[in-house]
């Protein structure tokens, strides 16, 4: 059996793997001249979003084989809002871990399994791929392949900043800042490599690329991250969802299948996991639209809950962080080990503070 994979992503790698292990060789075909994306990041696993999954590296680890190494484990996120801060701890919030072309990152981590071939340095296009193999693999971390298809329903296109810093930080803490002033509907993040070193991104929706410079200013001022810029990089993020996630021989997985929440863009571990299904289902002959169902359900769930945050001004904003970081609710959330994400809205409404106006990014009337 001909199998083809465009990207080597995590997604498209966990499929490689996946086929591998099941005795199928694909062809993997990548853009650039190595695995991983030329900038370094951070990027967050949390345990929380994926439940009943409580540890994602120990499920990749038992139910895939992907033995996959952390920065770091994640035992602290601090959430900044306007006028609030929130501190959550615990020893197993979910873990920080390299992404890009660093040896340590996890797209080469995988690609260190691979004994099928990666064709580099070139753009693969999935229909004419159809005609040659017998089923491709689209892991293409974009929306465009589901544009050609008639497959997306955009929600939004979002305005990503990111820079690599040289500073002071605790390698187990991730902060969260949000303020609708320089982020709108969106956020801002901080996420340490180690104790010298770490990633900031601000996401900023609906707005052009050209006005981000204002947006980032604002952003770093307002939030005092004064730090040594090594690089900076820019980048859009379509949010969207996807009719379907098979057309023919085509099989869309990662970010290319919509598997990748809008809730905090939370898209690593179930990318992966549909890399994982789409391998199962060709090579078991079985439907990956079925297998992929718990998958979509639970990011429209996180979908549903980000599109009900949307709503918060900055005053709202303060109230969420302020009962975030009450005891008995931040026990409920990160200890309890329920499943509240569905009714997380729900709970935090019953405390009657929150108020729901529509926000807006203008960075000059700071
Ligand atoms: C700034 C940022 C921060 C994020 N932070 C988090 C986070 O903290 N936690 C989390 O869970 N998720 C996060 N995400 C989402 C997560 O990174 C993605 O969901 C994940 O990378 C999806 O993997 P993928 O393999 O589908 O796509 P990608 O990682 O984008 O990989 C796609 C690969 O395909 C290659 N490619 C593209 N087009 C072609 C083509 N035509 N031919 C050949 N090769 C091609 C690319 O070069 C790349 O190697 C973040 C995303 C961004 C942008």
Redesign the pocket.
Known sequence: MRVAI???????LACALELQRLGIKPVI????HR?G?PVE?V???LHLAWLPVKDQLDHLARKCGFYLHPLAPLRSIVMHSPGHQAVIRSPRLGYLLS?GRSPLSI?NQMAAGLSSPVVFE????PQDLAREFDWVVV????SKPARQLGLWQEYSNVV?K?ALVLGQFDPHTFHMFWDTRYAGHSYGYL?PFDRGRASI?LCVGGIKPEEMDDYWELFLEAEKLHYHTIETYE?Q?HCGRITRHQVGNILL????GGF?SNL??????P?MISGVLAARAIAGNDDYERLVKPLTRRINELNELRSKLDKLDNHGLDRLVGILGMPGIKHLIYHSGLDIIPKIYTILSGFNKLTFRTPSAHPRHH
């Open positions: 465009i990207g080597a992503g995590p997604s498209g075909f990548e853009r650039y695995v994306h990041r990027d967050m696993l992404r797209e070139t753009i693969a296009d892991a293409t971390g974009d990503i990111g996420a991104h980048q993020f997985v990662g970010n290319s990748v905090l863009g939370l898209g690593l571990f990318g």
